[in-house]
């Protein structure tokens, strides 16, 4: 018996690749046969640092759909009437919904596409089936299974980064992690160290000094102090969709002036209220001669040490030298995300996508990785694209224009979709 051909196979399903579901339905309905493969046992987005009070730091427009569609039933505006909290939040008279809120979204839409995914599934290796199929190989509890498909969507997220030399363990976490680990603390933890200057770090730091009043937080960047996020209404232009046509199209030198102008919407800055906030309780604890907020900036890691009583953390100050130790109860590391590279992920398939001057693989305009002209088979990328599409290109503020283009291109390309009549077509 032959092995059926699925027209996508998605990777992932995270917030990425469920607005691919969406859109896949919204465009063809049930005529496109479609399974993600999520190695997570349930749908859950960045559930360390749930934490109360944070909320997101993109408009609720800019959900899963609303840009692509608005007139989805998968909106975020669709999920608090189906919640019944539409005037509710309307009184809020916020854009930005909480973290909360919104993962309960994004668990909302998940739960209507069930029947297309596979949890607990990791991709484990692609390889070419023949001209225009790829084999994909799945490990499960069960041991190891394959499917082929005509296209491919990798949509894995991120992967979090650590200092140098530094290892997560029973003490050191990285902030994805944060509540996860603080489920575990017993007792009153006399010292936390948070390095980082960018949101998770500011966020965490907030986290531990609210939630244990009676230890000390130190955060530790090399920085000044925390700077702003420039979300200001002229700088957002960069998150339209229109600015991913311009960075594509954008010599080299352009490319990279406009991605080093951007750099202040997303890496390494705070929104402003809550730096106001951690200043108010810094100055405020200093008045009171009770400091347990301390920031120690403009300094860096020198070295770690870790066992099961705690961590050791020498801590540099940059201008003169000086080292400070720290014994401390725990040391999160908030310091970012870095993408996955897709060839891990690929195989044998990469061997047969092609890459620039610089070793980076070359994706076209509608996210599809350029392959050999034998190659018949596609494969897209959901992020590891900010080289060719910009700094907002594998955002959640362009996913759902991202998913509708490659819905699209998938279509376009792939005669067996292309026969099949639109149930919706997304504006």
């Avoid at 499960?140 to 980064?161: A, F, M």
Wanted: net charge negative; charged share 25%.
């Amino acid at each position: 018996m032959a092995t059926p051909v699925h027209d996508v196979v998605g990777i992932g399903f995270g917030p990425s690749n469920l607005a691919l579901a969406v859109a896949l339905e919204e465009e063809y309905g049930s005529g496109v046969d479609a399974v993600f493969f999520e190695k997570q046992p349930a749908f859950g987005w960045h559930r360390g640092m749930l934490i109360e009070g944070a909320t997101m730091q993109v408009h609720f427009l800019k959900d899963l759909v609303t840009m692509r569609n608005p007139a989805s039933p998968y909106t975020f505006l669709s999920y608090l009437h189906a919640k019944g909290r539409m005037a509710d939040f309307i009184n809020g008279k916020t854009m930005f919904p909480s973290r909360l809120e919104f993962h309960d979204y994004l668990e909302w839409v998940a739960g209507a596409f069930e029947g297309l995914v596979r949890y607990g599934s990791e991709v484990v290796a692609v390889r070419p089936y023949d001209a225009g199929t790829l084999e994909v190989v799945v490990r499960r509890q069960d041991g190891l299974h394959t499917c082929l498909t005509r296209n491919l969507v990798i949509g894995v997220g991120l992967e979090p980064v650590l200092p140098d030399g530094v290892r997560q363990g029973d003490r050191i976490w990285h902030t994805e992690d944060l509540l996860t680990r603080l489920d575990g603390v017993d007792g009153t933890p006399e010292r936390f160290v948070v390095l980082g200057a960018g949101q998770s770090a500011a966020e965490a730091v907030d986290h531990l000094h609210r939630t244990f009043p009676e230890s000390e937080v130190c955060a530790v960047f090399a920085r000044y102090g925390y700077s702003p996020a420039d979300d200001s209404p002229f700088a957002n232009r960069i998150f339209d969709p229109l600015a991913a046509e311009h960075y594509f199209q954008a010599p080299a030198d352009v490319k990279t002036m406009l991605f080093d102008y951007s750099r202040n919407t997303n890496y390494s800055v705070v929104d402003l209220d809550l730096i106001d906030e951690l200043y108010r309780r810094s100055y405020a604890e200093k008045v009171s001669g009770a400091e347990r907020l301390r920031i120690l900036n403009v300094s860096r890691l020198d070295a770690v040490r870790a066992d099961e009583r705690g961590v050791r953390v020498d801590v540099r100050f940059l201008p003169t030298g000086e080292v400070t130790p720290l014994e401390a109860d725990a040391m999160v590391c908030a310091t970012g995300y870095r993408e996955r590279n897709p060839v891990d992920l690929l195989g044998e398939a990469g061997e047969h996508c092609r890459k620039d001057a610089e070793g980076r693989l070359v994706v076209e305009r509608d996210y599809r990785l350029a392959t050999d002209p034998e190659s018949a088979w596609s494969v897209y990328l959901q992020g590891a694209t900010e080289h060719t599409h910009g700094i907002a290109s594998s955002l959640l503020s362009m996913t759902a224009v991202r998913t509708g283009e490659i819905v699209r291109s998938i279509a376009g390309r792939d005669a067996r979709v292309t026969q099949l009549s639109p149930e919706r077509t997304a504006p």
